[in-house]
């Protein structure tokens, strides 16, 4: 599975982004895909987490209420939508997938076997 992360760039806090990974390869194996980011001197973190299956998804506390992840199954497309961005929001942010053969649990970053190259996010104050 391969997968492509876009739509980062600069904002002012207040501001809205939208990102996109697009999947391709053999996605019918994937069953949950995420956003991750990693701020620049700090560990990568879980954003948000949506499954496959039943569009169940889940959200780190920092993002409930501002951020949504969704997808557009027909195009193997994940997006996050993100809104009143804040600075601390600012980080490099990735998508990752977790084929049938992972087990997700706690949505650490070790749960899921594929990663887009990241797309960097800016908030301005």
């Known amino acids: 599975v391969q997968l492509q992360a876009s739509g980062g760039g600069l904002v002012q806090a207040g501001g809205s982004l939208r990102l996109s990974c697009a999947a391709s390869?053999?996605?019918?194996?994937?069953?949950?895909m995420a956003w991750f980011r990693q701020a620049l001197g700090k560990e990568r973190e879980f954003v948000a987490v949506?499954?496959?299956?039943?569009?169940?998804?889940s959200y780190r506390d920092s993002v409930k209420g501002r951020f949504t992840i969704s997808r557009d199954n027909a195009e193997n497309t994940v997006f996050l939508q993100m809104n009143s961005l804040k600075p601390e929001d600012t980080a490099v942010y990735y998508c990752a997938a977790a084929p049938r053969w992972y087990h997700v649990r706690t949505y650490h970053e070790s749960e899921f076997q594929y990663w887009g190259q990241g797309t960097q996010v800016t908030v301005s104050s």
């Open positions: 949506i499954k496959m299956s039943d569009d169940t998804t």
């Open positions: 390869g053999r996605t019918f194996t994937v069953t949950h």
